[in-house]
């Protein structure tokens, strides 16, 4: 985590150019086959009209319309790739030159099952994932990606018709790391909602839940009140949950969940953690094709990868994974 | 039939008051029982140590010929401990003693070079931190239990029942001034 974003800048400089060239003749080639098919199609449209095709008429400019939308994908998701193996690869190896990026692997489906953070959910029927990188950092392994995963629900209107719908489960980041202490049960932190809301009555109601075999084990009951009023936890096994979750790691993740701002949930299992931060922003993308001119090439545009990747990255530090004081070595 | 029906209504009435009572009563012998399994929790943990510390201070020993006196402290404390007579607050006073004892030896090793370097202790010193962790952490799920049965002994309706039962607060584990404050190194090898 040594290179600054303007040290990288200045070796990816000609890379960047020839990106920012690259993109710059894409979006003149897109344009030229644009304008010709318009072209080509509102004559075509017009011709047939003054045969009173009727509403046959429009069929070639539909069609120049169809083909404009299926060059604009096959160019964005070009430009798409080439940023992510051309920059985003050497990105990562400044941000920490110990990771490895993946743009098309994500974390598998096994291990999200494992982590147990959505078991409450049903098993996703769309899975999808990209941006994965892992590697080592010191003692720790580290695997992190995006992650969509949804389930189908299927409903029925008032006229008997079947209708589908995608329900997402979880969208975000979702990272598996070493865990620094080796453990045998499972532990859930998970957001509170009932608590905030029902105070005491909420918690009843948490450890009720727990009772009826919702969640693992049983309801654990956490000193810090900023962190039970944030989140509920589960675990097979009260002293083991608390050896696990120290009053510092409390603190840590209380921290960590004021700085995403969001709903994250993190599970301990087979001596890993798993984090997973729910996000609507879609990270390591590049700029738009129709950005403006030598965008790529702004420092802000790189700061801002560079800020997001040690987000990422930065689980490991702030949950002080990396000390090793115990008997896991 | 009124009379039959005012009859029923009393029944009906005694029942279900005989019910909540059956259910309060119950979630207070459970909270009370689980004071006892966490406090076992601690001792279990407590056991583990006084294990470890033979091996410590054999280890230990050839190395720190100035520190000898602490280690005799720690080996006293130690069999102070296992002693199977000793009345439980005076148990708890020498456990806390020995904990601090060991603290203080695990600052004084920062002194040899020559100890740090020797596998087997750094062996010795991961174990112990190790069943310290969970020692605070058996303390922490003791502490929240006792929380747990104090709110049922003072809370309504449940301060009722836990009147009759005979059932009474009980106090939590505190961290001892000493393991408040930061250690004072220099402090420490003046003892």
Known sequence: ?329 | MELIAGLICVGVGALGLAFLYAILYNSLIGKKNQVEYAYSGIDVQLKKRHDLIPNLVATVKQYMEHERGLLERITELRSRALNPNLPEGERLQVETALSSALRNLMIAVENYPQLRANENFMHLQASLNEIEEQIAAARRTYNAAVTDLNNAIEMFPTNIIASTMGLKRRTVFEAEETERATPSVSQLFKQ
Do not use: C
């Not at chain 1, 299926?70 to 050497?90: C, G, L, P």
């Not at chain 1, 202490?181 to 509170?192: M, Y």
């Not at chain 1, 905030?196 to 956490?222: D, I, R």
């Not at chain 1, 096994?237 to 120290?246: F, H, K, P, S």
């Open chain 1, 1 to 329: 985590m040594n290179a600054s974003p303007v040290q990288a800048l200045r070796e990816l400089e000609p890379i960047l150019r020839e990106l920012e060239q690259s993109r710059s003749q894409q979006v003149h080639r897109f344009a030229q086959i644009t304008l010709w098919s318009v072209v080509v199609g509102g004559l075509l449209s017009l011709g047939l009209a003054l045969f009173r095709a009727g509403a046959w008429a429009l069929a070639p400019l539909v069609l120049a319309l169809i083909v404009v939308g299926i060059v604009y994908a096959s160019k964005a998701d070009e430009w798409r790739k080439s940023f992510k193996w051309r920059v985003m690869t050497r990105l990562v190896k400044y941000v920490n030159p110990n990771m490895e990026y993946h743009p098309e692997r994500y974390v598998s489906e096994r291990e999200y099952e494992l982590s147990l953070l959505f078991h409450n959910s049903p098993t996703p029927d769309r899975y999808r994932g990209e941006d994965l990188i892992e590697g080592v950092i010191q003692k720790t392994d580290i695997r992190l990606s995006e992650l969509h995963t949804e389930y189908r629900q299927v409903s029925y209107d008032s006229k008997g018709r079947r209708q589908e719908h995608w329900v997402t489960i979880f969208r975000g980041l979702f990272i598996s790391a070493d865990f620094h202490k080796h453990f045998q049960g499972v532990t859930l932190v998970l957001p509170d909602t009932e608590q905030s809301w029902l105070g005491g009555f909420g918690q009843w109601l948490q450890s009720l839940s727990a009772k009826l075999g919702n969640q693992p084990g049983e309801l654990v009951k956490m000193e810090d009140p900023e962190f039970e009023k944030q989140f509920k936890v589960f675990s097979t096994d009260q002293i083991e949950a608390r050896y696990i979750l120290t009053p510092s790691l409390i603190r840590r993740i209380v921290d960590f969940r004021n700085k995403t701002r969001s709903p994250i949930r993190l599970s301990f299992v087979a001596s890993r953690v798993f984090v997973a931060v729910p996000t609507a922003h879609n990270h390591f993308e590049p700029p738009s094709l129709f950005a403006p001119a030598n965008k790529l090439l702004e420092p802000e545009t790189l700061a801002q990868y560079f800020e997001e990747l040690r987000f990422a990255l930065a689980v490991v530090d702030e949950l002080n994974l990396n000390t090793r004081i115990w008997t896991k070595q």
